[in-house]
């Protein structure tokens, strides 16, 4: 089953010289961490309110980005339908033909009465006609304003998940039981390390989207470029949601920045979730075991999606991949042994705006924004299926 809702927010794809600037923000970020590793209980109690507060704001303005993303959409339902609506009016005045089509059926009255009444249905016609166009640039508009609204919301986001994400390499600093699904700040640095060293070895332009680099160096006729989206496994349900940095009552810390797919077997087959290229493999992480992270343009808007609680993985960076592309098996049962934040077999499916496999969680939000999966399977809720 293919899911094509597409929200309206949009980032910029990512080029070598992004990765510079990530690469450089992490280092700061871990330098700031290493500067605070021995905070006290008391100092380690305010700084962990200020990220819950933090936290709540972040989720806060993704949930009004949602609303307005839903605002739009309906929007443009409504500039379809009024356009659809005018369309069907001037063709049947046959506007095309010119003003005389009014005066034809005018003067053809019979009768004094009879004119009086075809003046008025024109008059009537043709200020339903100026109203529906009215409508239709207000609506145009509205439209506009949202967008708008829309970038300085993403603007307000970005800042406060920069100083969230700074506030969490903290506190991870100073909590040797904090978690967060995912890798921490010393594996970003090393993978992001070896991967600019290798698009730099590739000859990727310093401006250029990587994923085009990566396309153009490989000459495939698999285009990473997609129309919509696919599920990552072929039948399933859901037994966890995302939760974003909001605290999770079960973890110290860290949150969840994605949703659990669950009711299938360890060594169940896990696809891609639409055409793209393999950013990021990590194995045995301590947080997620083995991992795997893939960028996409759906539409022209840059995703990163991310597969989490491997068994095992089938695919390597760089490679360009289809939703029939297997990106590895369902683990988080036997795996258990290393990966400390899975409970039994199930796959964590993570998406996240624009190309950041090295900084997912700042950019997450939850997949439901844009799948129709059920609702949780105790809470009644059913299975989804490709």
């Not at 949009?10 to 992004?18: F, I, M, P, Y």
Request: aromatic letters at 10%; hydrophobic letters at 35%; charged letters at 25%.
């Amino acid at each position: 089953m293919a899911i094509v809702i597409i929200p309206c927010y949009r980032v910029e794809a990512k080029s070598l010289n992004d990765f510079y600037a990530d690469l450089s923000r992490l280092q700061k970020q871990k330098e700031e961490a290493d500067r605070n590793k021995d905070l006290t209980d008391a100092e380690i109690t305010v700084l962990t309110d200020e990220v819950n507060t933090i936290a709540s704001s972040v989720n806060r303005i993704k949930n009004e980005i949602k609303e307005a993303e839903d605002d739009i959409s309906e929007s443009q339902k409504k500039i379809e339908e009024k356009k659809e609506e005018t369309n069907e009016l001037l063709r049947f005045l046959q506007i095309s033909s010119g003003e005389n089509v009014y005066l034809e059926y005018i003067f053809e009255a019979d009768s004094y009465t009879d004119f009086i009444y075809r003046y008025s249905v024109v008059s009537q016609l043709a200020d339903y006609n100026n109203n529906l166009m009215n409508e239709l640039k207000a609506l145009v508009s509205t439209l506009e304003d949202k967008k708008a609204e829309l970038a300085e919301k993403k603007s307000s986001l970005e800042s406060k998940s920069a100083e969230l994400n700074m506030k969490l390499v903290t506190l991870r600093a100073n909590l040797a039981n904090y978690k967060e699904e995912g890798t921490t700040i010393e594996e970003d640095i090393r993978d992001l390390k070896t991967q600019i060293k290798k698009y730099e070895d590739m000859g990727c332009y310093k401006t250029e989207d990587v994923t085009a680099c990566v396309e153009r160096q490989n000459n495939s006729n698999i285009s990473i470029n997609a129309t919509g989206w696919t599920y990552p496994l072929t039948w399933g349900c859901v037994t966890s949601e995302y939760t974003g940095y909001e605290i999770r009552p079960d973890w110290i810390g860290g949150g969840h920045h994605g949703i659990d797919l669950d009711c299938v077997n360890e060594g169940t087959n896990v696809y891609a979730a639409a055409n793209g290229v393999v950013a990021r493999v990590v194995y045995y992480s301590s947080c997620g075991g083995n991992m795997v992270w893939v960028y996409h343009n759906v539409n022209g808007v840059p995703y990163t999606t991310v597969y989490m609680h491997l068994l095992n993985i089938s695919v390597s960076v760089d490679q360009i991949v289809s939703p029939q592309t297997k990106i590895g098996e369902v683990g988080g049962g036997t795996t258990a042994s290393y990966d400390s934040c899975t409970g039994g077999a199930h796959l964590h499916f993570g998406m996240a705006y624009g190309h950041n496999a090295f900084d997912f969680n700042s950019h997450s939000f939850n997949p439901r924004n844009i799948y129709s999966f059920p609702a949780l399977i105790y809470n009644g809720g059913g299975y989804f299926s490709r």
